[in-house]
C-alpha cells in the first residue's frame, strides 16, 4: 500500500469513528447517567417549535480535512510547487473538513416548553426523534445536567 493512500484512509477511519455526536434524543442516556436518581415532574406541553440543534466543532473534521487535502495538494506540480500545493491544500481540507463536520453531525430539534403542576414553565431543546402537541401531559425528567420530555 502506498503511503499516501495509507494515509488518507486512516484519516477518513478516525473521522468515521470519533466525528459522531453524542445522541441529543430524550430517550438516550449516557453511561454516567445510567442507575443515578434523577428528578421526575410532571406537566402539560404549552408549546412545541421546531429548532436545529447545531453539529459537532471538533478537532476531527478539521483534521482529516487538512491530511486530505494535504494529500491531494501534493499531487499537484513538482519540486516547490508540490510542497506549495501540499500547504495550499492542508489548509483548505482544514477549513472544509471543519465545515464539514457541523454540517454532517447537525439535527432537526424541538423546543418543548412545559408547565409544570407546581406553575413553573420550563423549555427543554432535545432531539426532533418523539412526537409532542400542545396540551400532552409529559413527564420532565433532570440528572446529572440534563433534561428530557418524554410520554
Do not use: W
Not at 51 to 61: A, C, L, N, R, S
Not at 120 to 143: C, K, N, P, S, Y
Amino acid at each position: 500500500m502506498n503511503t499516501p493512500f495509507a494515509i488518507l484512509t486512516a484519516a477518513l477511519a478516525a473521522l468515521a469513528l470519533t466525528g459522531c455526536p453524542a445522541s441529543m434524543s430524550g430517550g438516550a442516556y449516557s453511561r454516567d447517567q445510567a442507575r443515578q436518581v434523577q428528578q421526575v415532574e410532571m406537566g402539560q406541553v404549552e408549546s412545541v417549535r421546531e429548532v436545529q440543534i447545531e453539529g459537532t466543532k471538533t478537532p476531527v473534521g478539521t483534521v482529516a480535512g487538512a491530511v486530505i487535502g494535504g494529500l491531494a495538494g501534493s499531487t499537484v506540480g513538482g519540486g516547490r510547487g508540490k510542497a506549495l500545493g501540499a500547504a495550499v491544500g492542508a489548509v483548505a481540507g482544514g477549513a472544509a473538513g471543519t465545515v464539514a463536520e457541523e454540517g454532517l453531525t447537525r439535527q432537526k430539534g424541538l423546543e418543548i416548553t412545559v408547565k409544570l403542576d407546581n406553575g413553573r414553565t420550563l423549555a427543554v431543546t432535545q432531539a426532533a426523534d418523539e412526537q409532542f402537541g400542545t396540551g400532552d401531559r409529559v413527564r420532565v425528567v433532570t440528572g446529572g445536567g440534563v433534561t428530557r420530555v418524554s410520554h
